[in-house]
């Protein structure tokens, strides 16, 4: 029977650690090493309601995505509901295991697989990692995915293509830019990814997938894309391509971009477990909607 050290060991060599960002701080969150897993369940965020489900169906183990301590806490009291998400998980005897922007860097990880979904090829990072086990492999890890559709395509239809492979939210997709532009060349950022419009813009692609961005630096960038595909339409060689205005915008609801990650992390741990140890968990993917908004009025 696999130990919970050891299934951690297998995430983190899945997903290692030395992937994060500086400011990050994912792993084990609640859990005793010496516990024994046997079921192990998936899901994107560790809200109340995902805590009862994975205690309800009998989790050893619950992964998500999303930290439970995302920011700095003091206390894990019963006062608030991290201190009691802790006891809840501690009194069921289930651990808490987060894998955040490690699990978006890595092979196979939350970049990757949202890519995959979205018909990419030829992918290769946004923001590369240099790591030695990584590149010995053959592989290429970092944050985000560029890569380009098997074939051009509508503005307007790869929209609607990225919001049929997503889970369903009250809040929906949005895009912005002209529908009926071809485009061919994607970047893919799941999670809030206004912060890199610069490494988007210098990627030259025709499309930014990404989610949570806001009024000022959206506006910025579309405004500025326009602004370069006029200036190239009349001769003057600013920005990179033709006369078309790239990027255009599409932002997802940040959790049901990051949850894709789940269709091959469901088999990939699973797998590695029984590598390992000789003992394969069960597993279960949590297809809960933990979007915050439960109502949107166009």
């Avoid at 419009?197 to 326009?226: K, M």
Wanted: hydrophobic letters at 40%.
């Amino acid at each position: 029977m696999a130990t919970l050290k050891q299934v951690v060991d297998v995430l983190e060599t899945l997903y290692p650690l030395r992937y994060a960002e500086d400011w990050d701080e994912p792993g084990l969150i609640v859990g005793d090493p010496t516990a024994s897993v046997t079921r192990i369940v998936f899901a994107a965020d560790p809200t109340s309601d995902v805590i009862d489900a994975a205690i309800e169906r009998g989790a050893d183990l619950l992964v998500c995505h999303h930290p439970l301590l995302f920011r700095s806490v003091h206390q894990v009291s019963g006062l608030g509901v991290r201190g009691d998400i802790v006891r809840r998980l501690y009194q069921a005897g289930c651990a808490l295991w987060v894998g955040h922007t490690n699990a978006d860097a890595a092979v196979r990880g939350v970049g990757q697989a949202a890519a995959d979904m979205f018909g990419l090829i030829d992918q290769h990072p946004l923001v590369p990692i240099r790591d030695d086990m990584a590149d010995a492999a053959g592989y290429e890890v970092g944050l985000g995915r560029v890569g380009r559709l098997s074939k051009p395509m509508r503005f307007e239809a790869f929209v609607r293509h990225v919001a049929d492979a997503l889970p369903r939210t009250e809040l929906g997709v949005q895009a912005c830019g002209p529908l009926d532009q071809m485009v061919e060349t994607v970047t893919v950022l799941p999670g809030s990814g206004d912060s890199l419009f610069d490494e988007v813009r210098a990627s030259g692609v025709d499309v930014y997938v990404t989610s949570d961005l806001r009024h000022h630096p959206a506006t910025d960038a579309i405004e500025q894309a326009r602004y370069e595909a006029r200036m190239r339409r009349n001769g003057i060689p600013l920005g990179q391509g033709d006369g078309r205005v790239r990027p255009l915008l599409v932002n997802t609801p940040h959790s049901a971009i990051e949850s894709l990650w789940f269709r091959y992390a469901i088999d990939d741990v699973s797998n590695a477990v029984e590598r390992v140890t000789g003992e394969r968990p069960d597993v279960e993917w949590l297809h809960m909607n933990t979007d915050p908004w439960t109502l949107s009025i166009a």
